[in-house]
C-alpha cells in the first residue's frame, strides 16, 4: 500500500517513514501542507498520515480541502493535541480517526491497517485472511479454494470476525448481530464448529471479551 506521510518533525517523520516500509508500505513523507494537498491531489495513495501542527498551514485546513473536492483517501491524524475538541474537529470535519502523540508504532500500523480495510470494504465484497475467503455478495465461505459448509450462523459469526481482523469483536456484538432469537448460550457452540471447519488457529479468544482473527496468526 502506498501511504502519503504528512509530518514536519525531523526524527519523527524518519522514524515513521522507516516504521511502515519495514512493514511493507511505501511511504512517501512531506512536512509541508502545501505539498500534502499537492500530492494527495495528483498522486493516487492508499491512505494519509496527518499531522496537524504544520508550518505553513493547519493539518484540519489540509483535510478541509481533501473533503471539500470529494476524495474519500482514508485519513488517520497523528497529533500531540489531545483535546477532545480537537479530536472531535478532526472526526467531524472527515478524518478516519485520531491518534494521539506519543503512540506506540504497532498500534498506528493497526490503526492504519483498520481505516484502509473500511475504506476497502465499501469497493469490494470479498473478504479475505490467510486462506480464508468470504464472498459476501454470493454468501460463500472458502478455505484454501475449498468451499465450507457453514450452517447460517456460523457463516454471519465468521463474516462478523473477517470484517475485523484484527479488531477484537466482542461477545455481545456477535449475540446481537448473529445469533438472531437463538440467545446466547449457544455462541460458544458455534465458534466451536467454526475452528472445527476452518483450523483452530483461526479464530483467537480474547478472554471476558469475545473473539479476533489476526490477520497475521499468533501463537497463544
Not at 516500509?21 to 494527495?40: C, H, M, P, V, Y
Not at 493516487?44 to 473536492?69: C, H, M, Q, T
Amino acid at each position: 500500500m502506498k501511504i502519503c506521510l504528512i509530518e514536519d518533525d525531523l526524527d519523527l517523520g524518519a522514524a515513521l517513514q522507516a516504521a511502515l516500509e519495514e512493514q511493507g508500505f511505501k511511504a512517501i513523507w512531506l512536512r509541508r501542507a502545501a505539498d500534502a494537498s499537492r500530492w494527495i491531489a495528483d498522486e493516487e495513495f492508499d491512505a494519509a498520515l496527518l499531522d496537524i501542527g504544520l508550518p505553513d498551514d493547519s493539518g484540519f485546513n489540509v483535510l478541509r480541502k481533501i473533503r471539500n473536492r470529494g476524495d474519500s483517501i482514508p485519513v488517520l491524524i497523528i497529533s500531540a493535541r489531545d483535546a477532545l475538541d480537537d479530536r472531535l474537529l478532526g472526526l467531524d470535519i472527515g478524518a478516519d480517526d485520531y491518534l494521539v502523540k506519543p503512540f506506540a508504532v504497532a498500534e498506528l500500523i493497526s490503526r492504519l491497517r483498520a481505516v484502509t480495510r473500511r475504506a476497502n470494504a465499501m469497493r469490494d465484497t470479498l473478504w479475505q485472511v490467510r486462506g480464508l475467503e468470504i464472498n459476501e455478495k454470493q454468501m460463500l465461505a472458502y478455505k484454501q479454494d475449498i468451499p465450507l459448509q457453514l450452517s447460517p450462523i456460523e457463516y454471519a459469526v465468521l463474516l462478523e470476525l473477517m470484517r475485523h481482523v484484527d479488531e477484537v469483536v466482542t461477545r455481545r456484538k456477535l449475540i446481537a448481530n448473529c445469533m438472531g432469537n437463538s440467545g446466547g448460550q449457544s455462541l460458544d457452540v458455534h465458534i466451536s464448529n467454526l475452528r472445527r471447519k476452518i483450523g483452530s488457529d483461526f479464530i483467537r479468544t480474547v478472554h471476558g471479551v469475545g473473539y479476533v482473527i489476526d490477520e497475521k496468526e499468533v501463537n497463544s
